[in-house]
C-alpha cells in the first residue's frame, strides 16, 4: 500500500492522483493512503480516487482531529465511503500542538482526553447515528438525521497512535492505528502489546497495526538516502516521533528509512510482520526519482500479491 504525496510543479494534483491511483490498481496494489498537508483535502482527494479507480481502498493516514469537529469529518467521510461504494477508511490523528496552534491560531485541547472523546463523538456519527456528546473539549448535538445514503458499509476508523495513552484510546474506541516511524522492534514491544490489550479489555476485535515505512527500491543509495534525509528531518523536531525513533535505537528518523534494492527493502518491510504489523503502507516513495518510485510501487504489488 503506498501513501500519495504531491509532487512539486503539478498542473492537478487530482488528475495526477487518479493517474498513480491507476498505476496503484494495476500493480496490485489493494489500497492508497492520502495525507493531509495545508494544501490538498485528503477526504476529497480519497474520494475521487476511489471513485475513478474501482478496485482499490482509499484512506486517509492521517487527517488531525483539530480543529474539524466530529461532525464535520463524518459528513465528509461518509460521502467518500458513498462515493467509493465502501472502500473508504479513515485516518485520523492528533496532530504536533506546536504546528496546530500556529497554523489556526486556536488553543490545542490536551490530546488524550481530546483524543477519547473525539472516538466517542465521531464514532456513532460514522454509524449515522444522531447520538449527542457532551466532553471537557468537545460538545457534539447533531440537528436532524445524519445518516448518508450509500455510506455502507461503517467506516473503518484507525488512530495514528503511538504513545502508550494514545495506544490504549485507540484500542478501546478504533480499529487499530497506522504508527509512523516505529521500528520492527517498537511495533513488536511496544505498539502491538498495548493496542491490542487495551482492545481485548474493551471486548474489540483484534486491532490492525498498519506500519507506515519509509521505502525507496534505488541502486543510487547515496542520493535517496540524501532525499530521505532531507525530508525526514521534519520529524526530529517533534517529540512523539522522537520518542517512536529512540525506542527503536536509532539517531535520526532517516535511520528508519529502508533504502536499497528489491532484496534489501523486501527483507526489511516483513521485519515488520514478523512483528506483529497487519499490514504495511510505503511511504515517501517519490522524494528521490521517478523510476525508484516505480520499482518501489512494483516491489509493493509483488508483495501484495504473495502475502
Keep these: 500500500m503506498p501513501a500519495f504525496a504531491p509532487e512539486e510543479n503539478l498542473k492537478n ?7 498513480l491511483g491507476r498505476e496503484a490498481e494495476h500493480l496490485g496494489i489493494d489500497a492508497v493512503w492520502f495525507n493531509q498537508p495545508a494544501t490538498h483535502d485528503a477526504v476529497v482527494l480519497a474520494a475521487v480516487v476511489g471513485r475513478e479507480v474501482p478496485r482499490i481502498s482509499v484512506g486517509t493516514a492521517v487527517v488531525p ?3 474539524r469537529h466530529p461532525q464535520l469529518l463524518a459528513s465528509a467521510a461518509k460521502t467518500a465511503q458513498a462515493a467509493t461504494h465502501g472502500r473508504f477508511q479513515l485516518g485520523i ?15 490545542y485541547p490536551p490530546p488524550i482526553t481530546h483524543l477519547r472523546e473525539y472516538l466517542g463523538a465521531i464514532r456513532p456519527l460514522l454509524a449515522g447515528d444522531v447520538t449527542p456528546y457532551e466532553g471537557a473539549t468537545l460538545t457534539s448535538h447533531p440537528v436532524g438525521p445524519t445518516a448518508v445514503a450509500g455510506a455502507e458499509p461503517e467506516i ?12 490504549r484510546v485507540a484500542g478501546e474506541l478504533a480499529d487499530g492505528t497506522m504508527p509512523f516511524l516505529a521500528g520492527p522492534r517498537t511495533i513488536e514491544e511496544h ?28 541502486d543510487d543509495i547515496d542520493q535517496a538516502r540524501a532525499a530521505a534525509i532531507a525530508h525526514l528531518a521534519f520529524y526530529d523536531s517533534i517529540p512523539s516521533y522522537r520518542r ?3 525506542m527503536e535505537g536509532a539517531h535520526r528518523a532517516v535511520d528508519l528509512a529502508l533504502i536499497g534494492d528489491e532484496a534489501t527493502v523486501a527483507a526489511g518491510l516483513r521485519r515488520y510482520i514478523e512483528a506483529g504489523a497487519t499490514e504495511i503502507t510505503v511511504a515517501y516513495t517519490d522524494i528521490a526519482r521517478e523510476e525508484d518510485r516505480r520499482r518501489t510501487w512494483q516491489l509493493a ?4 500479491r504473495a502475502a
Design 191 to 218: 505498539i502491538v502489546p498495548r493496542i491490542t490489550e487495551a482492545a481485548a479489555r474493551a471486548g474489540r476485535p483484534a486491532p490492525r497495526v498498519i506500519a507506515s515505512v519509509p521505502a525507496i527500491v534505488t
Design 301 to 304: 504489488g509483488e508483495l501484495r
Design 156 to 167: 473503518p476508523l484507525i488512530v495514528g497512535a503511538m504513545g502508550p495513552q494514545a495506544l
Design 65 to 67: 482531529m483539530h480543529p
Design 244 to 246: 517512536v525513533r529512540d
Design 13 to 19: 494534483v487530482v488528475d495526477r492522483a487518479v493517474e
Design 93 to 107: 490523528g492528533l496532530g504536533a500542538p506546536d504546528l496546530l496552534t500556529h497554523a489556526y491560531g486556536l488553543p
